[in-house]
């Protein structure tokens, strides 16, 4: 295993691009209907359109967490 692998908020990030991606789908498969004058997909088909900013919001939180750890090492070094 490699040293990124065990960064703290790491694995936060990985599965907030897989929920982001989904989410990314989600939002094509939705839109395509409108744009050729489809029946709309019913309204669940909508709610996961929101998997894409939680994706991004969880992304975020592997990022912060993962810059808090490398301060910490940094400040425990000095």
Known sequence: MSSSNAE???AFVRAG????GV???A???TFVPLFFHLT???TAAYWL???MPLGFL???V???QGARAQKRRVQAGS
């Open 23 to 25: 989410g990314s789908i």
């Open 40 to 42: 709309p997909l019913p």
């Open 62 to 64: 592997g990022l912060l």
């Open 58 to 60: 969880v992304s975020l």
């Open 17 to 20: 691009a897989v929920v982001f």
């Open 8 to 10: 703290p908020g790491s």
């Open 49 to 51: 359109c929101m998997l």
């Open 27 to 29: 939002t094509l498969v």
